[in-house]
T-cell receptor, first 120, second 107 residues
């Protein structure tokens, strides 16, 4: 059974930093691209960042480019999102999502999400 | 960036009736279109990919159609568990983009 378990949420002050983690199990993690998708309170889904299966290719939404860094450790089956210079508008539930292929494609499995709030 | 527009924003339908949800892309996404269902407090769940292929375990009452810029999700006979928010997503071009969602309400 595929499982994705996010962690690292909480309360952060504007301008602060936070790192989210997503522990994967039930599939060959190193064979699939992964993404982070977020959902602000009461809003829709926004794709945030993508990393291919080997970690060689990354993409970012314009809203987070230069502030967020996606990475993965295939030896630990774990996906990360380092978030710096946080803003109030980054407040959201952050989901890690497994892509259906090595280089991307639709999201066939999602974690339960982790919430963090940017507020002073 | 490809803009995905869903309509209507809210759809009120009675159980047992048919629901038709629309999704339009600002430029062609070929058949690289997925539909997700999200219930309150839960993560999204993949329903349809490739515009019309049902994901594993998805009931036959769900069907997808369309290509290019116009897509439709049809639920043939609504069950109580189908009342949720539905999102379309294109994965033809980066950045991948979602529609704003259609909320399916019980009438």
């Amino acid at each position: 059974e595929v499982q994705l378990l996010e962690s690292g949420g909480g309360l952060v002050q504007p301008g602060g930093s936070l790192r989210l983690s997503c522990a994967a199990s039930g599939f060959t993690f190193s064979s699939y691209a992964m993404s982070w998708v977020r959902q602000a309170p009461g809003k829709g889904l926004e794709w945030v960042s993508h990393i291919n299966s080997r970690g060689a290719t990354t993409y970012y939404a314009d809203s987070v480019k230069g502030r967020f860094t996606i990475s993965r450790d295939n030896s630990k089956d774990t996906l990360y999102l380092q978030m710096n210079s946080l803003r109030a508008e980054d407040t959201a539930v952050y989901y890690c999502a497994k892509s259906a292929a090595m280089s991307g494609w639709y999201f066939d499995y999602w974690g339960q999400g982790t919430l963090f709030t940017v507020s002073s | 960036e490809i803009v995905m527009t869903q309509s209507p924003a809210t759809l009120s339908v009675s159980p047992g009736e048919r629901a038709t949800l629309s999704c339009r892309a600002s430029q062609s996404v070929s058949s690289n279109l997925a539909w997700y269902q999200q219930k309150p407090g839960q993560a999204p769940r993949l329903l349809i990919y490739g515009a019309f292929t049902k994901a594993t375990g998805i009931p036959a009452r769900f069907s997808g159609s369309g290509s290019g810029t116009e897509f439709t999700l049809t639920i043939s006979s609504l069950q109580s568990e189908d009342f949720a928010v539905y999102y379309c997503q294109q994965y033809n071009n980066w950045p991948y983009t979602f529609g704003q969602g259609t909320k399916l309400d019980i009438e």
